[in-house]
T-cell receptor, first 117, second 113 residues
């Protein structure tokens, strides 16, 4: 089946630094990738929708200057948390969308746990 | 807006017990409904889905029926195994709002032998 990887799987950083998270579709091309955020015992909340070669579409309440998304190729999207603060500590999950047999399916990465000290 | 509500966990069962995880939804359109499973240390995996009313999704012994009249999509399995221990997420996708998924909070299932 389709595999999506994320790197790093977890990261600890100091407040004020920036962190980049990579999301790759390993064996398929994805025109659309999604970034979600999950707080402990909470739902996955959609942060943004990323289309290859165009600007990401952010959900209401998500700061686009804070969470920079780049989708430079059909297999890679990156999320950069700029000037991270402790409240940005969370579990970030990406998914990649693929269309087959007229249906669209999302495949999820394993997530990246971010801890900001 | 659209939302998904699923039963609070954790759910703790003995092997071969019957499983039900309740899920209800609110949507303005005609959503597709999904169950995703997340095994420890792994990413979310699609377990099953249903795209219209009265459809039944099934996979690996799990099944769920899209009930429009009760806006529900309850997950069931007749006999759980230890390997079914995971977090289960109910989700919907509203075609009118694009393909982004709206998730429930997740229900942790723990099965003991």
């Amino acid at each position: 089946g389709a595999v999506v990887s994320q790197h790093p799987s977890w990261v600890i950083c100091k407040s004020g630094t920036s962190v980049k998270i990579e999301c790759r579709s390993l064996d398929f091309q994805a025109t659309t990738m999604f970034w979600y955020r999950q707080f402990p015992k909470q739902s996955l909340m959609l942060m943004a929708t990323s289309n290859e070669g165009s600007k990401a579409t952010y959900e209401q309440g998500v700061e686009k200057d804070k969470f920079l998304i780049n989708h430079a190729s059909l297999t890679l999207s990156t999320l950069t948390v700029t000037s991270a603060h402790p409240e940005d500590s969370s579990f970030y999950i990406c998914s990649a969308s693929v269309v087959g047999a007229g249906e669209e399916t999302q495949y999820f990465g394993p997530g990246t746990r971010l801890l900001v000290l | 807006g659209d939302s998904v509500t699923q039963m609070e966990g954790p759910v703790t069962l003995s092997e071969e017990a019957f499983l039900t995880i309740n899920c209800t939804y609110t949507a303005t359109g005609y959503p597709s409904l999904f169950w995703y499973v997340q095994y420890p240390g792994e990413g979310l995996q699609l377990l099953l889905k249903a795209t219209k009313a009265d459809d039944k999704g099934s996979n690996k012994g799990f099944e769920a029926t899209y009930r429009k009249e009760t806006t529900s999509f309850h997950l069931e399995k007749g006999s759980v195994q230890v390997s079914d221990s995971a977090v289960y997420f109910c989700a919907l996708s509203d075609p009118q709002a694009g393909t982004a998924l709206i998730f429930g909070k997740g229900t942790t299932l723990s099965v003991s032998s």
